[in-house]
């Protein structure tokens, strides 16, 4: 090879490298694209005001004890964007079933209806965080913010606020700050009470009396650190609320009691935290007090329309005779939240509380498709299908039940389960329960 040939190769090589090194620097910068997802394929409606959806954070943490925390960082992000003004929100109870799954953009705005599509990786190591975020234009595929944090963890809680502030900017949303009153978007700057309170709303997925009170005991802990945290306060509500449902306390009434007294200690904390006055309207719910429960979640709705927790008043009106009043809240808690089973059972509650049990079977089968685990699904289906005179698919559903609970009987459900004053409220629906042919033991 010559020397001048030499020459020019080199000359080549290095001006390519430098075209490679500025095209990483334009991706990340916000040049980077994919495919673009079609407004006419969107399973929903695209609202006309900024909406988006949080994936699942990628998870790098090499501390078992911190497993849940890119579930807890992702949940902070969007639970802090959903509550500025004129956003669209997708709740983050539909982001774990994108978890471990390699979807596209396109495929997540179609399905869900939005515009933004935020994805992002967290790794720790020590103490020491790095975590990195990007948010997708889905309509063009551009990706039109991205950026790394490298920081101490102890900083985490300013991370979260640092990325919903960005997110917000690159929307173009106009906000003056995602704090409440003087609390980040986390809810607190103790950094312990905020692990504490996360790590007891992920163990709240599991269903036992032994895991019950290690959930309390965290949250009780984070209150020690963080008495004005409302989170925890919140958390204890359900919680205890659970106990009560289930059977994990000895005494349902002070189970009860307990949830009412920090439920009203959320609302003291921030009577303007929507999810504050949701969960009051939950323990209403449970106490079967009924209008103050749809005035409580009413509250909560008016304060901040992403509260998907709040469009559960559409069983507190099927429970007090007025199921098809619950119709649009159960449609709109099915948009904030279509990958969760709970809208379609209750959009099949309003139809089957009518009497109008053909209307009622397809959203109790999707509901069943969501959650097959759950037996009151089956239950629902079996009391349709009896109604209806379908003895054999009645029978099936049944012997699902029996299968998921071996003890149940319907008197039980009906006086210990059911929170109504009286079966008349409700007597299409206890007719057909009552026409159930469970299988002879």
């Not at 690159?170 to 986390?186: F, L, Q, V």
């Not at 895991?211 to 650190?225: F, R």
């Not at 719910?285 to 103050?292: G, I, P, R, S």
């Not at 109604?387 to 039980?412: C, H, M, T, W, Y």
């Amino acid at each position: 090879m010559s020397f001048k040939n030499w020459i020019l190769i080199t000359i080549m090589f290095f001006a390519l490298l430098g075209y490679c090194e500025m095209q990483g620097s334009m991706v990340w910068a916000g040049n980077e694209t994919e495919d673009p997802a079609s407004i006419e394929n969107m399973a929903y409606p695209l609202p006309d005001i900024p909406s988006f959806v949080l994936l699942p954070f990628q998870d790098m943490v090499d501390d078992s004890d911190l497993d849940f925390l890119s579930g807890s960082i992702t949940g902070t992000i969007s639970y802090a964007l959903s509550n500025m003004p004129n956003v669209f929100v997708i709740s983050w109870y539909s982001i774990p079933s994108y978890k471990g799954k390699n979807v596209t953009s396109k495929q997540v705005a179609e399905e869900l209806g939005v515009q933004y599509v935020i994805r992002g990786s967290i790794k720790k190591s020590g103490e020491k965080i790095t975590v990195n975020a990007k948010m997708i234009d889905a309509l063009t595929g551009r990706q039109v913010w991205s950026e790394q944090y490298d920081r101490d963890f102890k900083d985490i809680l300013e991370i979260q606020d640092e990325i919903t502030h960005n997110i917000a900017k690159n929307a173009g949303i106009k906000y003056d700050k995602i704090k409440t009153g003087e609390r980040p978007g986390a809810g607190t700057e103790n950094l312990n009470a905020y692990l504490k309170s996360e790590e007891a709303l992920i163990r709240s997925r599991k269903l036992t009396p032994e895991n019950n009170e290690k959930i309390k005991k965290l949250y009780y802990d984070a209150i020690a650190l963080d008495s004005n945290y409302i989170s925890p306060h919140i958390g204890l509500v359900y919680t205890y609320g659970r106990e009560a449902r289930f059977g994990f306390s000895e005494s349902p009434e002070k189970s009860r009691e307990q949830a009412l007294k920090m439920a009203q200690k959320a609302i003291e904390i921030d009577d303007s935290s929507a999810s504050a006055h949701a969960c009051l309207g939950r323990v209403y719910y449970d106490l079967k007090q009924h209008n103050e429960s749809v005035s409580e979640y009413n509250k909560a709705i008016a304060i901040n329309p992403n509260e998907a927790d709040a469009y559960n008043a559409g069983w507190a009106l099927c429970y007090s005779g007025r199921a098809k009043e619950a119709i649009p809240y159960f449609e709109k808690k099915k948009r904030l939240d279509p990958k969760s089973p709970w809208a379609y059972l209750g959009l099949g509650h309003t139809r089957l509380f009518q009497g109008q049990y053909e209307e009622a079977i397809p959203y109790l089968k999707k509901a069943l498709e969501m959650n097959p685990r759950y037996f009151r699904m089956n239950l629902d289906l079996a009391a349709c299908y009896a109604a209806l005179g379908k003895q054999e698919e009645a029978k099936a559903a049944a012997a699902q039940v029996l299968k998921a609970s071996p003890n149940f009987s319907i008197d039980r459900f009906i006086n210990k389960w059911l929170p109504i004053e009286s079966t008349d409220i409700v007597k299409p629906y206890i007719d057909a329960l009552r026409k159930i042919p469970f299988p002879e033991t």
